[in-house]
């Protein structure tokens, strides 16, 4: 978080420069015509563009902290000269909370939970209450303030008094306040929406403005990749009103929600949200089948209601089945593949949508109607069809025969691991590797990974899975990325264009794509060369999504693997994942090697033991031995186990 930079080695004017830099920006932001007209009560705001400088920077330091009360005397950042001052311009204009204002919102449990260890035995002991450890002091005292009754029968008159002395104790306690807070956190969430989700996982990741400041920060103080330049331009905004913004926010705080009860796995939690929400969820696609959606507006549907929504019932459909809800969790799947905008799922909702036919409500007749379903669904994707095909062929034996089938080229070596280490329910085993000399532990992949450079004799190589693949694709096509493309970049503060993770970018940059691809398959390879070399050159270090610039040690170990790997293969390999990035990236095998003496390439997916290869993974080896790109399995089996001993 920002409130975690350190700028010590900065000086006092390099900090001033960043939040002017960053209070001039939220000055824009709140003049923006799209936010006024978004965002009701937008207007709190305004006397942040009047109150003095260190004001201003005092509430962006707030405000990027926790919610919570702050002592005053322990409020000092650098930057602020007048601390006091500041402290009284912001409660001047309801920008922060005192606790010994009346209208401060506070409760109790918040004053008892402020006090210090001291303090509150000093408050047991004005009001006799037990003595113990903190949490068991807090718990006496509200069981006063619950038993005690009043001269005239009534319980009040011991929570004020206690209320009013640990106010006493406390002293002088701030707090941002939460209506102005709200509404940045609404401004931050409108201008800046690529900070919202992770796309690679389709989920959620802060709806606090306070995470989109802190990302902005952290650039401004060099502790994250600068940004890329790009055009900024949109016809359409995000959220077209202030409704849309509203119902998107509290759908996304219900995704929260459920994602809290899932990490405590409390089923009845998320089947309750379930039940709350499904019936309006029922109407909100029914109503998203009447809209006609543009093409160059698709991947602004990750930005809706009933998007997000769709991720949260999403998660519902294993809890459904957990607690046997069968025939519900069939319904509900039914519903999502109603759902265009979340095509990507299909594949997986088909599978799960059979099996749960097949094995638990034993509809067999169901069940081959949803595979074939599947089949020809054109948003399956090729390992769901895998999976589907072989399911399929399971339940019709002797009618259906698989199509989508291969089996990869097996590879069985040994690698020594530590005794035990694999022996416990679902842990791993940890391997013991060699380099110049030196001993390590790795993972099963870097194991293997040795294995290759040491006995197949491969120069250079990764553990990377996806990454030598997206990041050959950033540097060779960064300037289509980038390109000038309506309703994709909404600001400066974008490491991808919006819709980078949707089969729209290729379809919208089809052109520019097929230009470089063909580019990449028939220009002489000295050219190639020195293309790289510009692109190395121009953007190294600049942030882009999926690009790793630390992966290769220099432009000249680009050239080498490119060089093995050759330029029509690679062509065809980056083809194939451009056409939709967010599914292709999975799935991709573990290793890639190359030895530019002798000119080899070789793509390898490890499973240690109990590991098996996934549908997602076969269609990937497929394709690549399909256009040329050696690829195998290889199965890594623990040996000669013994316990590494410290000195």
Same mark, same amino acid.
């Given at each position: ?31 923006? %015509? ?28 707030? $405000? ?25 311009? #912001? ?15 506070? =409760? *109790? ?34 069981? #006063? ?35 102005? @807070? ?15 989700? =992770? ?37 359409? %905004?995000?959220?077209? =009103? ?31 949200? +379930? ?47 957990? #607690? ?16 265009? %905008? ?26 081959? @109607? ?46 020594? @691991? ?53 990041? *050959? ?19 400066? $503060? ?5 819709? +980078? ?10 052109? *520019? ?10 220009? %002489? ?51 194939? +994942?451009?056409?939709?990035?967010? #599914? ?46 050696? @690829? ?13 001993? =410290?000195?």
């Amino acid at each position: 978080m920002a409130e975690d930079i350190k700028s010590n080695s900065m000086s006092i004017e390099e900090d001033e420069g960043i939040i002017k830099k960053i209070s001039s920006t939220i000055q824009e932001l709140i003049s923006k %015509p799209d936010v006024r007209n978004t965002i009701a009560s937008v207007e709190r705001m305004d006397p942040y563009l009047i109150v003095s400088r260190d004001a201003q920077a005092l509430f962006l330091r707030l $405000y990027l902290r926790k919610r919570s009360w702050l002592r005053s005397s322990q409020v000092s950042y650098r930057e602020v000269l007048d601390t006091v001052g500041a402290i009284g311009e #912001l409660v001047g204009c309801k920008y922060l909370y005192q606790l010994q204002h009346d209208a401060s919102p506070h =409760t *109790l449990p918040d004053l008892l939970n402020l006090l210090s260890l001291p303090e509150l035995k000093s408050l047991c002991k004005v009001f006799n209450v037990k003595l113990g450890n903190k949490s068991q002091m807090v718990l006496n005292v509200e069981k #006063l303030c619950r038993n005690q009754k009043t001269l005239f029968g009534g319980r009040g008159g011991i929570r004020v008094r206690v209320e009013r002395k640990c106010v006493e104790l406390l002293g002088d306690m701030i707090r941002v306040s939460d209506a102005v @807070a709200e509404v940045l956190d609404k401004i931050l969430v409108l201008s800046f929406p690529q900070y919202l989700f =992770t796309y690679e996982e389709d989920s959620i990741t802060s709806i606090s403005g306070r995470g989109h400041l802190s990302r902005i920060l952290l650039s401004q103080f060099g502790l994250s990749k600068a940004y890329p330049t790009y055009k900024v331009r949109y016809g359409r %905004p995000i959220f077209r =009103t202030a409704l849309e913004l509203d119902n998107f926010l509290v759908a996304c705080q219900l995704e929260a929600q459920c994602w809290e009860e899932l990490d405590r796995k409390n089923w009845k939690g998320v089947i309750d949200l +379930y039940d709350a929400n499904i019936d309006k969820f029922k109407d909100m696609i029914a109503a998203a089948e009447k809209v006609q959606v543009g093409d160059d507006e698709v991947h602004l549907e990750a930005f809706t209601e009933v998007y997000v929504t769709g991720r949260t019932m999403r998660q519902c459909i294993g809890v459904l089945r957990r #607690l046997k809800r069968y025939t519900e969790s069939v319904d509900l799947i039914r519903l999502l593949l109603r759902y265009k %905008p979340m095509g990507h799922r299909h594949g997986e909702w088909w599978d799960v949508l059979s099996m749960t036919l097949s094995h638990h409500l034993k509809d067999e007749a169901g069940a081959v @109607a949803a595979l074939h379903q599947g089949l020809d669904d054109p948003r399956t994707t090729h390992g769901a069809r895998y999976a589907l095909d072989y399911r399929l062929a399971k339940l019709r034996p002797d009618s259906h025969f698989p199509t989508y089938t291969f089996e990869p080229h097996v590879v069985d070596i040994e690698v020594v @691991a530590i005794e035990g280490s694999g022996s416990a329910a679902n842990s791993r085993n940890v391997y013991i590797g060699h380099d110049g000399g030196e001993t390590y532990l790795c993972t099963v992949e870097d194991g293997a990974l040795h294995h290759y450079k040491t006995k197949r004799n491969f120069a250079e190589g990764f553990h990377c899975e996806g990454g030598i693949v997206s990041t *050959l694709f950033g540097i060779l096509f960064w300037d289509v990325i980038f390109a000038d493309v309506d309703n994709v970049f909404y600001n400066p $503060y974008q490491y991808c264009p919006l819709d +980078y993770h949707s089969d729209r970018f290729y379809l919208r940059r089809e052109d *520019l794509i097929n230009d470089r691809l063909k580019f990449l398959t028939e220009t %002489p390879a000295p050219e190639v060369d020195t293309f790289l070399e510009t692109m190395w050159e121009r953007n190294c270090g600049v942030g882009c999504t999926g690009l790793n610039w630390d992966l290769f040690s220099g432009v000249d170990q680009v050239k080498r693997c490119i060089t093995c790997i050759t330029q029509p293969k690679l062509a065809l390999l980056l083809k194939e +994942y451009v056409m939709n990035m967010r #599914l292709k990236r999975s799935g991709l095998p573990d290793l890639s090697m190359w030895d530019a003496e002798t000119k080899r390439f070789l793509m390898v997916e490890v499973k240690g033991p109990g590991d098996t290869i996934r549908y997602n993974q076969k269609s990937w080896m497929k394709f690549l031995v399909g256009i040329g790109i050696d @690829a195998e399995l290889c199965n890594v089996h623990p040996i000669s186990s013994k316990r590494l001993t =410290t000195s």
